[in-house]
């Protein structure tokens, strides 16, 4: 079984920064990408930043230059440091894995419970 315990929501004022956190653990050989989406009320939930293990990222346009995704390989975490935040960033943010458990298994992906982000005055 493999856990992701995202952590660093909260309530922020637009110009801010945030950093969101998430840990995996449990039965882990490897761990491939990693990423982050968001979902706001009423909406489809998107992708923000994703990150290869080999230390290569994508952003989406809206966050790009604002938002910085990382990953400390040791600890089996990923990072979403959030700056010059907007409303418009308010939404639910997941963090997302992709894992392997045996190295004789097929990758999964694994979501985290989500943690609120809130953006306003």
């Known amino acids: 079984q493999v856990q992701l315990v995202e952590s660093g929501g909260g309530l922020v004022q637009p110009g801010g920064s945030l950093r969101l956190s998430c840990a995996a653990s449990g039965s882990i050989f490897s761990i491939n990408a990693m990423g982050w989406y968001r979902q706001a009320p009423g909406k489809q939930r998107v992708l923000v930043a994703a990150?290869?293990?080999?230390?290569?990222?994508n952003y989406a346009g809206s966050v790009k230059g604002r938002f910085t995704i990382s990953r400390d390989n040791a600890k089996n975490t990923v990072y979403l440091q959030m700056n010059s935040v907007k409303p418009e960033d308010t939404a639910v943010y997941y963090c997302?894995?992709?894992?392997?458990?045996?190295?004789?298994?097929?990758?999964?992906?694994?979501w985290g419970q989500g943690t609120q982000v809130t953006v306003s005055s």
């Open positions: 990150i290869t293990s080999g230390g290569s990222t």
């Open positions: 997302n894995a992709d894992i392997n458990s045996r190295w004789y298994e097929r990758s999964n992906d694994y």
